[in-house]
């Protein structure tokens, strides 16, 4: 199976400042087909996840520019802007290269 | 609108069964893949179970392989998860969700439902 490592487990930060979390896999995501399915997930608390980013760097639709990701192989980053108040949850990254699909573990977002 | 309702959750003893049930709306839903999903209490993500759109092609994760039967009737809009010899360590909100915007990540799961209880406990 593919683990998925994300750090930090928690970052604090102040409105308006940027944030960053660390997606690590145990190997490539790189598809057969070309394709590196990694993908980026916003839990709020209370609700189910949300998709913010697709294949490693696509924003979906609806989500706020202050989003972007990043990476190749088995390096992947989320990177906020400038973060809201509306941001707090727990992010998670995750693979569709193969079967088991997993997650990363999580990393809380939380103001300071 | 477009969404994806789970039921089906509740209470059951250790070695128990409970049929999960997810019913889709306002979209095509015999044109996407679907998957199960869990969350245990304070706990991260868990895939379980993945059925392609025609029901031909499907995969479970190792812990709930045997157990666990994932099913769906195109016909009623409807996935559903039978969940048999249930361990307390299935206790979990229960998510269905689906690819279905488009966005060529067949594993991009850009609708979930709300989730359903499922707690084992004796």
């Known amino acids: 199976d593919i683990v998925m490592t994300q750090t930090p487990l928690s970052s604090p930060v102040t409105l308006g400042q940027p944030a960053s979390i660390s997606c690590r896999s145990s190997?490539?995501?790189?598809?057969?087909?070309?394709?590196?399915?990694l993908s980026w997930l916003q839990q709020r608390p209370g609700q189910p996840p949300r998709l913010l980013i697709y294949?490693?760097?696509n924003r979906f639709s609806g989500v706020p520019d202050r989003f972007s990701g990043s990476g190749a192989g088995t390096g992947f980053t989320l990177k906020i802007s400038r973060v809201e108040a509306e941001d707090v949850g727990v992010y998670y990254c995750m693979q569709g290269t193969e079967f088991p699909l997993t997650f990363g573990g999580g990393t809380k977002l939380e103001i300071k | 609108q477009v969404q994806l309702v789970e039921s089906g959750g509740g209470l059951v003893e250790p070695g128990g069964s409970l049929r999960l049930s997810c019913t889709a709306s306002?979209?095509?839903?015999?044109?996407?893949?679907m998957s199960w999903i869990r969350q245990g209490p304070g706990k991260g993500l868990q895939w379980v179970s993945y059925i392609s759109s025609g029901g031909d092609i499907i995969v479970y994760a190792d812990s709930v392989k045997g157990r666990f039967t994932i099913s769906r009737d195109n016909a009623k809009n409807s996935l559903y998860l039978q969940m048999s010899s249930l361990k307390v360590e299935d206790t979990a909100i229960y998510y269905c969700?689906?690819?279905?915007?488009?966005?060529?990540?067949?594993?991009?799961?850009?609708?979930w439902g709300q989730g359903t209880m499922v707690t084992v406990s004796s």
């Open positions: 190997q490539s995501l790189v598809h057969s087909d070309g394709n590196t399915y």
């Open positions: 306002e979209f095509t839903f015999s044109a996407h893949y």
């Open positions: 294949k490693v760097s």
């Open positions: 969700a689906s690819q279905i915007a488009g966005t060529s990540d067949p594993h991009a799961f850009d609708l």
